[in-house]
């Protein structure tokens, strides 16, 4: 099992303590590669009307799934600030190339909260309506939506707050979790190769797709690396083509010499 766990007082150190807080149980990433977002699930819109999730996911580009709620105290503000003004970084279109859904954890969310948080995301990051979308819905379905992508969190007793990581989780086009990015500023070339591999190759240009072959994804460091295997088998790879064409040349030399009325 692939557990993560990213804090919610992201801007604290990390500190090591011998038992995990209460409020703070099952709270974290298990990673669910491949794990399938429930499509017939139906939630509510920032205008209170149902949205089912196969309209949205089922389309011909990825996207970045978030989990947050518009009275978070601090970390869901600072998460949904730095994703809009990472969007433009990205050199991808919103729309087009990929689209955003955030999901309150808050029920109380719908819809005023969602409106509120989509204006605010909207005009920041200059992506258009149709590509940014805000849902919610009741405790029992944020539940069963987070479930099914590995994201824990809590209600925190006594507080209208949740306990909560940050992290933006890549889906594919069918609806299949591709990839996790946790913690507040991923890098804008994560971020699009994360897209790009999670669009299954519809996503990017042909460089974008060539570098995918070069490099993988190295979930401590949480951004894309050498694949230095790939290096090693490129460079014999062009070896081989070499030494073939020499052996060729010096063959046909020598039929040559051999054969002067050739």
Not at 126 to 136: E, K, P, Q, T
Not at 169 to 173: C, D, F, S, W
Not at 202 to 216: E, K
Not at 238 to 241: A, F, I, P, S
């Given at each position: 099992m692939n557990v993560l766990f990213f804090s919610t007082l992201a801007f604290c150190p990390l500190q090591i303590v011998a038992e995990t807080p209460s409020d703070l149980k099952g709270v974290g990433i298990e990673q669910r590669l491949g794990a399938q977002i429930p499509l017939d699930m139906t939630l509510l819109d920032h205008e209170g009307s149902s949205t089912l999730l196969s309209d949205i996911f089922s389309?011909?580009?990825?996207?970045?799934?978030?989990?947050?709620?518009?009275?978070?105290?601090?970390?869901?503000?600072?998460q949904l600030e730095a994703t809009a003004d990472l969007l433009p970084r990205v050199s991808l279109n919103?729309?087009?190339d990929y689209q955003l859904v955030t999901v309150s954890l808050n029920p109380d969310d719908v819809p005023e909260g969602l409106a509120r948080m989509r204006h605010r995301l909207l005009d920041r990051?200059?992506?258009?309506?149709?590509?940014?979308?805000?849902?919610?819905g009741s405790r029992e379905q944020i539940s069963r939506l987070t479930d099914a992508v590995g994201f824990g969190f809590r209600e925190v007793e006594g507080k209208s707050d949740y306990a909560h990581s940050a992290a933006l989780?890549?889906?594919?086009?069918d609806g299949r979790v591709s990839r996790y990015l946790g913690g507040l500023n991923p890098e804008p070339r994560t971020l699009r190769y994360s897209l790009v591999e999670a669009g299954q190759g519809?996503?990017?240009?042909?460089?974008?797709?060539?570098?995918?072959?070069?490099?993988?994804?190295?979930g401590e460091e949480g951004k894309y690396t050498p694949a230095a295997m790939n290096f090693v088998r490129f460079g014999a790879g062009?070896?081989?083509?070499f030494l073939v064409g020499f052996v060729t040349r010096q063959s046909r030399c020598r039929r040559q010499e051999g054969n002067p009325n050739q």
């Open positions: 389309q011909s580009v990825p996207t970045i799934l978030s989990f947050n709620y518009s009275t978070c105290p601090q970390l869901c503000k600072l919103a729309g087009s990051s200059g992506v258009g309506a149709g590509a940014w979308h805000f849902l919610g989780i890549l889906v594919a086009p519809r996503t990017g240009s042909i460089l974008d797709r060539a570098f995918l072959t070069c490099f993988y994804y190295d062009v070896g081989l083509l």
